[in-house]
């Protein structure tokens, strides 16, 4: 069996659980691509798989990261879209933290000239992430107001983008040192969560009116203020609960008389065809855009994948500003 260098966990806990070690190289089946990984970057759920809170699909790597960019090294016996030495990018259930790793080939997506392996490692699971919330899930309109929370973060920066493209109007929540780069993409308005009521400052821009679409990562702690938010017919796409899952004392009328829809979704455990599908409609819609730089992935800081638990520490306590990303090293 060939092994390869790759970032272990050694059993569910810290950061120190985290060592650059050995595992077994993956093989690709016959619709699958090896890829020479150089980039990776660090998600969410990078970290509570780590502490053993999130478990990888049936059938994926155990081994951490979503995402990767690098160069085709194999082709399965039915891959004729690809070939050896192409450069290419996309989202994957796990194994990014490696050496190798497999990706379907209708995952993955040819890296831009203009786009570095780091710049690539950063765009696959932020901005499908926020394409599927903002498009699918959303149904995301011009002209409509949308409320971003963490706006600064790896999918807040790629929503934004995106919801600029739309030609919606921008409201996002973040720290105050975090809303100049918000602005920057796009943001119409920014509320520092610390210090303002995001309700108030909500219903203030848009004249009571309210926000069409709330993309929320926080959970238990913003639902309410989240429903007070919400025009008539308005949908809140939940994608997290960092702050807590439950809700206590609420009043589910106001979901009746808004006619609200709450959407709760996640991407990793999602069908193949549906990843597939919307990799293609993702790509139809930014691809061009990226090249160009009208869109473009917003990254943190790029650490050496030996720097693992640094880069994972830097996440944890949301010093980030867009994504983190590992540098695979030969």
Sequence with gaps: MEMMKAIIVERPGGTEQLKLGKWRKPECSENEILVKVKATALNRADILQREGK??????????????????VED???????????????????GGGYAEYAII??????????????????????????????L???????????????????????????????????????????????????GADLTIDYKSQNFKEEVLTFTNNYGADV??????????????????????????????????????MRQIL????????????????????????????????KIKKGIIKPVIDKVFNWQDVAEAHKRMEENKNIGKIVLKISD
């Design 257 to 288: 008389v808004k006619r609200l829809k709450i959407i709760g979704s996640t991407l990793r455990s999602r069908s193949l065809d549906y990843q597939i599908q919307l990799t293609k409609e993702f790509k139809d819609f930014a691809y061009e």
């Design 135 to 185: 498009i699918w899930l959303g149904k995301l309109k011009a002209c409509e107001f949308i409320l971003i929370h963490v706006g600064a973060s790896g999918v807040g920066t790629a929503a934004i983008q995106l919801a600029r493209e739309i030609g919606a109007k921008i409201i996002v929540t973040a720290s105050s040192e975090k809303h100049k780069i918000c602005k920057e993409l």
């Design 54 to 71: 999130y478990p990888p699909p049936v059938g994926a790597s155990p081994i951490l990261g979503l995402e990767l960019s690098g160069i």
């Design 214 to 251: 709330i993309i929320d990562f926080i959970g238990g702690p913003y639902f309410k203020h989240n429903i007070e938010s919400l025009t008539r017919d308005g949908r809140l796409i939940q994608l997290s609960t960092l702050g807590g899952s439950k809700v206590e004392d609420f009043d």
């Design 75 to 93: 082709l399965g016996a039915r891959v004729f879209k690809w070939k050896k030495g192409d450069r290419v990018f996309g989202l994957i259930p």
């Design 104 to 133: 379907h080939e209708d995952m993955a997506m040819e890296i831009p000239c203009s786009l570095s392996f780091e710049e690539a490692a950063a765009i696959p699971e932020v901005f499908l992430t926020a394409y599927q919330t």
